[in-house]
């Protein structure tokens, strides 16, 4: 008589330990890589590739922030008060809808967390700033990008991109890398195409280098509207890119939602007394804007003689399209440049192979620039 086996149970499943893992889109993300800042084996370099004012800033900035070090210990003003009023006056705004952070860059991205989530779409124009993209990632929304046409914003097509899940326009005015800016007719039709829900950020970050009349950084069209926002920068006219200032102009109801999100201490003592005292310093301001002026209108003709294209700028910056053929291309032009000590930027990133942005500087470095390049052209070592 056989004895009946019992079922052999099965070995459970190993349970699978949980993985953390970043938000959706979070990790298609490119990191922005800044411009370069030092080149191996060169004791002296022109830092030309990150647009910043090479004058430096105001005298009475730097005296307000050093005279500010005894007192590094305490927290700022979480409110930036005597910042946002000074900003207001000088530009004839209500300090009310006045917002400051950390870099114009914070805003952009506060605005985006604010108003774009998972699924929707955040258009820009084609070569608008990388931030946007980056932006819209972070938050698992979608970037769109509008064609330009002749290195300029396009509003038909970019009217022509939004969708039902359109929710925050990008446009920055100048744009950067290419110079180019829209006229204020052309910005109210572009906002006089979007729908209520679409919130348009206009980045001004080089507005106060632009002296056309036709051109204003989006003061007006917030004034009349609920849904657009301007943002300004004190990194490039007041020469502050190491402190990261930045501000924005909006609605009430819009400066109430950013307020409730951004950090209740997230711009500097340092970086708000700096900010008073170079935003009060009108006479510095406009010689920094005369000497970009100058030597923009100055290298641009000389790039010029030497057969380069020199896209149109108004800012401190220029685009430059270099030949195709290889050994004269700009990916050699940059190399070359570097190991001279002349920084720029190469534009491959943003889909401009062909060019390279130098940024505007005093008559030394814009000297530097045109010898170096006239040296790469004419293939001497």
Known sequence: MTTPTSPIASEPTPAVPPRLEAKPGILDIAPYVGGDHSAEGVNRVFRLA?????????????????????????????????LRRTIGRVNGLDPARIVCGAGSDELLQILTKCYAG?????????????????AAKSVGAVPVAAPERDLCTDVDALLAR??????????????????????R??????????????????????????????????????????????????????????LRLGWMYGSPAVVDVVNRVRG????????????????????????????????????????????????????????????????????????????????VRGMAGYGLPDCLRIGIGIEEEMRAVQATVADFLAGRP
């Open 264 to 343: 209740p201490f997230n711009v500097t003592l340092a970086a708000q007394e700096a900010g008073v005292a170079a935003m009060e310093d009108e006479a510095f301001v406009q010689h920094s804007r005369e000497t970009a002026t100058r030597w923009r209108e100055w290298l641009t003709a000389e790039l010029a003689a030497l057969g380069l294209t020199v896209y149109p700028s108004v800012a401190n910056f220029v685009l430059v399209r270099f030949p195709s053929e290889p050994g004269r291309d700009a990916a050699a032009a940059l190399a070359f440049l570097k190991r001279r000590g002349v920084l």
């Open 162 to 183: 939004v969708t039902e899940r359109t929710r925050i326009l990008f446009l920055a005015n100048p744009n950067n890398p290419t110079g180019s800016w829209l006229p």
């Open 185 to 242: 007719a052309e910005m109210r039709r572009l906002h006089a195409g979007l729908p209520g829900n679409v919130l348009l950020v206009i980045d001004a970050a080089y507005a106060e280098y632009v002296e056309d009349a036709d051109y204003d950084p989006g003061i007006e069209l917030v004034d009349d509207a609920e849904n657009v926002v301007m943002t300004r920068t004190f990194s490039k006219i007041y020469a502050l890119a190491g």
């Open 50 to 82: 990150s647009n910043e004012n090479t004058i430096g800033p105001s005298p009475k900035a730097k005296a307000a922030y050093a005279a500010i070090a005894g007192e590094i210990h305490r927290y700022p003003d979480g409110q930036s008060d005597r």
């Open 118 to 134: 998972v699924g929707d779409e955040v258009l820009y124009s084609q070569y608008g700033f990388m931030m946007y993209p980056i």
